[in-house]
């Protein structure tokens, strides 16, 4: 069975912990209008090639990781990344992967060389998770008021 995913653009993430639909503690993302409960992953969604080359990769449309970015040879910057001679313009977010009562129901897929899989949610040691936490804890400061 594939889990249940979605893509949460910065934007709509704010609105909703504005508005109280969603909460972000230290397991994640909780929205209060469904009570799921989603593993966040720093993520952006690929939504155009701008140089005019052709999308070889294949990347429009798809929401990749930041981790998998890298892995690609990918660089990424605010809203775009480069990838060898190739720029997109993406939009950043997070990739949420819904969680079951008593655990992660399917880790995100990882880049396949060097990286250490998903840990459980108490596993914050992990760097993985210590840097999703810092990024979202860097996005509230400067964006929820």
Same mark, same amino acid.
Request: no cysteine; proline share 8%.
């Given at each position: ?15 909703? $912990? *504005?508005?109280?639909?969603? @909460?972000?503690? /230290? ?5 209060? +209008? &469904?009570?799921? #409960? ?30 998998? $970015? *890298?892995?690609?040879?990918? @660089?990424?910057? /605010? ?5 060898? +001679? &190739?720029?997109? #313009? ?39 998770? /210590? ?15």
């Amino acid at each position: 069975m594939t889990p249940s995913r979605l893509f949460i653009a910065h934007e709509a993430l704010d609105v909703w $912990v *504005a508005d109280g639909r969603a @909460e972000i503690d /230290a397991e994640g993302l909780v929205d209060h +209008e &469904t009570s799921r #409960r989603f593993a966040l992953t720093e993520a952006v969604r690929f939504l155009e090639e701008v140089t005019g080359s052709p999308d070889a990769p294949g990347l429009v449309g798809k929401v990749k990781s930041l981790a998998q $970015v *890298a892995e690609m040879g990918g @660089e990424h910057m /605010a809203d775009s990344v480069i990838l060898g +001679e &190739t720029a997109y #313009r993406v939009q950043p977010g997070f990739m949420g992967v819904l969680r079951a009562a008593e655990g992660v129901v399917t880790p995100p897929p990882l880049p396949a060389a060097g990286l250490k899989g998903p840990r459980g949610p108490r596993d914050s040691d992990d760097p993985m998770h /210590a840097q999703t936490l810092a990024a979202l804890q860097k996005f509230f400061l400067n964006n929820v008021k």
